[in-house]
């Protein structure tokens, strides 16, 4: 985890102040970082017969694909709304100020699916439960949630009870 954890550069007051910014850039670009993170996925989640991983806009668009590929399985994308051109299903959330929402194709998820959401950062939970929602709203089944990082000191986990997470870099 140490080794993961040197690759991620952390960025005090962004985008705003008194936010610490974990950008995953830095491990992104190492071969040996990207390669570490979607071997360790694919370890932890290949016995789940996975159909679509899904990754949440942006930055989950830039891991789930990988995962899906290593897993034989379909990427699908969850987007803020305004930006998938067919039918969506849309769920609409609370953040701290205001609310957001998500939207995947209507098509996107078959009944019975075996789903798994990847994304770079759990922070609160938000994001990944409404993603959660969206899914089983499509008849689809959350198999497993995977995180590069986990901000533990938001009890992001806590939103996801009963749901199998996995976090590769932990931070408290
Ligand atoms: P949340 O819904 O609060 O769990 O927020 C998760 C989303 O916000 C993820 O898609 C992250 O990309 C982003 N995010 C939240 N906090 C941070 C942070 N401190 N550093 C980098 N990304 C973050």
Same mark, same amino acid.
């Given at each position: 985890?140490?080794?993961?954890?040197?690759?991620?550069?952390?960025?005090?007051?962004?985008?705003?102040?008194?936010?610490?910014?974990?950008? *995953? =850039? =830095?491990?992104?670009?190492?071969?040996?970082?990207?390669?570490?993170?979607?071997?360790?996925?694919?370890?932890?989640?290949?016995?789940?017969?996975?159909?679509?991983?899904?990754?949440?806009?942006?930055?989950?668009?830039?891991?789930?694909? *990988?995962?899906?590929?290593?897993?034989?399985?379909?990427?699908?994308?969850?987007?803020?709304?305004?930006?998938?051109?067919?039918? =969506?299903?849309?769920?609409?959330?609370?953040?701290?100020?205001?609310?957001?929402?998500?939207? *995947?194709?209507?098509?996107?998820?078959?009944?019975?699916?075996?789903?798994? *959401?990847?994304?770079?950062?759990?922070?609160?939970?938000?994001?990944?439960?409404?993603?959660?929602?969206?899914?089983?709203?499509?008849?689809?089944?959350?198999?497993?949630?995977?995180?590069?990082?986990?901000?533990?000191?938001?009890?992001?986990?806590?939103?996801?009870?009963?749901?199998?997470?996995?976090?590769?870099?932990?931070?408290?």
């Amino acid at each position: 985890m140490n080794e993961l954890k040197e690759l991620i550069r952390e960025v005090p007051d962004f985008p705003e102040p008194g936010i610490n910014f974990y950008d *995953i =850039t =830095t491990l992104l670009k190492s071969a040996r970082g990207l390669r570490e993170v979607a071997d360790r996925f694919c370890w932890c989640f290949m016995d789940r017969k996975v159909d679509k991983v899904v990754g949440m806009e942006s930055r989950g668009f830039l891991f789930a694909p *990988i995962i899906a590929y290593d897993l034989n399985a379909g990427f699908v994308p969850a987007r803020k709304p305004g930006k998938l051109p067919a039918q =969506t299903v849309s769920y609409e959330y609370d953040l701290e100020y205001g609310t957001d929402c998500l939207q *995947i194709h209507a098509d996107a998820i078959e009944p019975d699916d075996n789903v798994l *959401i990847v994304d770079d950062v759990i922070a609160t939970g938000g994001t990944a439960q409404a993603t959660a929602e969206l899914i089983e709203r499509c008849g689809g089944r959350v198999v497993g949630l995977g995180f590069v990082i986990e901000l533990g000191f938001l009890n992001g986990r806590e939103r996801l009870d009963g749901y199998d997470v996995t976090s590769l870099i932990r931070y408290d």
